[in-house]
């Protein structure tokens, strides 16, 4: 469970680094879901989900409020989900999410990312076919036996429930992500550390310490990216 755990600690040290970067994906990805059907959450399940992972990153209100109301409004930006693969070094392997406005942008900035720090992109399909779609969540205060107890008594089949460190982190069908949270609502959870949809690899590396270091500056260098909504890896960081 390393990259996995690994991923949890990511997860949980983006909520207090680059708040101003954070907010602004929320924000566009807020106004694609609104967008995308009736701008309430009561009636648009996407929004909802969205609406439900932003609490775990603090989003402000007021952020919420002024992507539902552009979508209200009948904004006129039009963005595509994109999804890059690429390689980094010594086996390492990436998914970029994007939403962008302006394929021919975000192509040549991911491009570039990967160019300039070590990496090459891949064909559609020659890195995801390595990654697993999955709700994941984390959380404190209970234990992975009740958890499953929740799960069950719900009729919900998870992927796996486990205890690392302080956190229990349960890995579900994606699917599955509104029914798993209320039934883990249910037995009092209410602060959940990740409620995220990610791309887990289904085995992690370890590399260099000089490997490692030309990976971080291609991740760091593709999330600074404004298109990017997400990177994935395969890399068991230190």
Request: aromatic content about 8%; proline content about 3%.
């Amino acid at each position: 469970m390393g990259r996995k755990w690994n991923n949890i600690k990511e997860k949980k040290a983006q909520k207090d680094k680059n708040t101003s970067r954070i907010y602004a994906k929320f924000g566009k990805e807020i106004y694609v879901a609104a967008k995308s059907g009736e701008p309430d959450p009561e009636s648009n399940q996407t929004l909802r989900l969205v609406l439900e992972r932003a609490k775990t990153y603090s989003i402000p209100r007021n952020i919420i409020d002024r992507a539902i109301e552009k979508a209200k409004g009948g904004g006129e930006e039009d963005y595509d989900e994109l999804r890059y693969e690429g390689f980094g070094p010594n086996g390492s392997m990436l998914i970029v999410e994007t939403l962008t406005n302006n394929f021919n942008r975000t192509a040549s900035d991911v491009r570039a990312a990967f160019g300039k720090n070590g990496g090459n992109m891949g064909v559609n399909g020659s890195v995801a076919y390595m990654f697993d779609h999955t709700a994941t969540f984390a959380f404190e205060g209970k234990s992975a036996d009740e958890v499953f107890e929740a799960l069950m008594e719900a009729d919900l089949d998870a992927r796996d429930v486990i205890e690392e460190g302080d956190l229990t982190i349960v890995y579900a069908e994606p699917d599955q992500f509104a029914q798993v949270q209320n039934a883990l609502r249910g037995i009092g959870i209410e602060d959940f550390k990740v409620a995220e949809f990610e791309m887990l690899p289904q085995n992690d590396i370890q590399l260099s310490e000089a490997d490692q270091e030309q990976i971080e500056k291609l991740i760091d260098a593709l999330e600074d990216l404004e298109d990017v909504q997400h990177v994935f890896h395969n890399v068991e960081l230190a």
